[in-house]
T-cell receptor, first 113, second 115 residues
Framework: QKEVEQNSGPLSVPEGAIASLNCTYSDRGSQSFFWYRQYSGKSPELIMSIYSNGDKEDGRFTAQLNKASQYVSLLIRDSQPSDSATYLCAVLGYGGSQGNLIFGKGTKLSVKP | EAGVTQFPSHSVIEKGQTVTLRCDPISGHDNLYWYRRVMGKEIKFLLHFVKESKQDESGMPNNRFLAERTGGTYSTLKVQPAELEDSGVYFC?????????????FGEGSRLTVL
């Protein structure tokens, strides 16, 4: 059974701080990794994708991938109250068809003003 | 450009009844996916259409679930007869035919409550 694990939180950080969200996955052959953000009652929205080891930066967001450790993380710099949401880690497993993503349960982030 | 739209947003039915959920993908997106999140669990893949063809239905839980995408546009997901464990939020997502794998556009979901 392929699994993606996330700390459910809630993770609470003060405004302006760095929020660090972590995710581990079980399928060593996984190829593609995604972070989705979901506001309460809204649709999941893709914010970052990463495919190779290392860091990928996009504005205030940095995704980090370590395939040897089967670990993906998302850093949010200068956190804002508007970043308060549930962050979903998703993985495309080895042999998985397009769009057959394996999701974690999500980490709820709360940014306090 | 309109996003992925789903209808109804919330449906309450009794065990044994039938419910049909509808999804309108983003115009021009050949790939359409159904996912489901039951209470306390992660979002799980149900199936994937490419145009009107089922590409992968490995996540469909049982034969009480029937998905269709006639004409390759909108899709319906019918649950017949509904059971208590079918309660949850059903998400639809779409992507372009040559879109990067995994970069999906989701709808807001249809919440199904089976009493």
């Amino acid at each position: 059974q392929k699994e993606v694990e996330q700390n459910s939180g809630p993770l609470s950080v003060p405004e302006g701080a760095i929020a660090s969200l972590n995710c581990t996955y079980s399928d060593r052959g996984s190829q593609s990794f995604f972070w989705y953000r979901q506001y309460s009652g809204k649709s999941p929205e893709l914010i970052m994708s990463i495919y190779s080891n290392g860091d990928k930066e996009d504005g205030r967001f940095t995704a980090q991938l370590n395939k040897a450790s089967q670990y993906v993380s998302l850093l949010i710099r200068d956190s804002q109250p508007s970043d308060s949401a549930t962050y979903l880690c998703a993985v495309l497993g080895y042999g998985g068809s397009q769009g057959n993503l394996i999701f974690g349960k999500g980490t709820k982030l709360s940014v306090k003003p | 450009e309109a996003g992925v739209t789903q209808f109804p947003s919330h449906s309450v039915i009794e065990k044994g009844q039938t419910v049909t959920l509808r999804c309108d993908p983003i115009s021009g997106h050949d790939n359409l996916y159904w996912y489901r999140r039951v209470m306390g669990k992660e979002i799980k893949f149900l199936l994937h259409f490419v145009k009107e063809s089922k590409q992968d239905e490995s996540g469909m839980p049982n034969n009480r679930f029937l998905a269709e995408r006639t004409g390759g546009t909108y899709s319906t997901l019918k649950v017949q007869p509904a059971e208590l464990e079918d309660s949850g939020v059903y998400f639809c997502a779409s992507s372009q035919w040559n879109g990067v794998t995994g970069e999906l556009f989701f709808g807001e979901g249809s919440r199904l409550t089976v009493l």
